[in-house]
């Protein structure tokens, strides 16, 4: 697709998959949704590209090409947040446009909620701004029967022909 480069950077002892296109001095780092990958935001990214903006999409941990943490069990949703500053710290980029979308706009409202200063915009799909914290999501995104609760129980989704690489618990 493009040009877009694809590689393996090691934040937090994992290595993340890392697509990217673009050479401008501002970056748009896209964040994807549940349970995709970067590969959902191809088309916006070559269009950021081609406006003059560098483009990163990455895996989130457990996800696509990225690795999955040693004990999954442990880990909990700001993991998520974390690795992104992290992936910012380790790339250099100082100020970030996030676009996030689905699960992706949640790690997104909490970058920018607790790294206000590393993010010069931010764009939602799918799931409002929230605050972070597990009572906003659970109470105002997943009701009972909602597919990413159904998917915490063990065996559900392959049972529906999807393998999932990482059960984060909402802590």
Do not use: C
């Not at 696509?64 to 880990?75: M, T």
């Not at 699960?103 to 939602?124: E, P, Y």
């Not at 906003?136 to 393998?163: C, D, T, V």
């Amino acid at each position: 697709m493009e040009a877009i480069k694809h590689s393996h950077v090691q934040v937090r002892g994992l290595n993340l998959h890392l697509a990217e296109i673009g050479t401008g001095s501002e970056v748009v780092l896209f964040l994807h949704g549940f349970p995709e990958i970067w590969y959902t935001w191809r088309h916006q990214m070559v269009a950021v590209a081609k406006a003059g903006y560098r483009a990163i999409g990455f895996d989130f941990r457990g996800y696509g090409l990225s690795d999955q943490p040693a004990e999954p069990d442990k880990a909990n949703f700001l993991d998520f947040l974390h690795d992104t500053i992290a992936l910012l710290d380790l790339l250099a980029i100082p100020k970030v446009y996030l676009v996030g979308k689905d699960f992706g706009a949640i790690v997104g409202s909490m970058v920018a909620a607790a790294h206000q200063d590393r993010v010069a915009g931010f764009i939602t799909l799918g799931i409002p701004f929230l605050l972070p914290g597990p009572d906003g999501i659970r109470n105002h995104l997943m009701p009972n029967g909602f597919y990413i609760n159904r998917w915490q129980e063990p065996g559900r989704a392959e049972k529906s022909g999807f393998r999932v690489a990482l059960r984060v618990p909402y802590r």
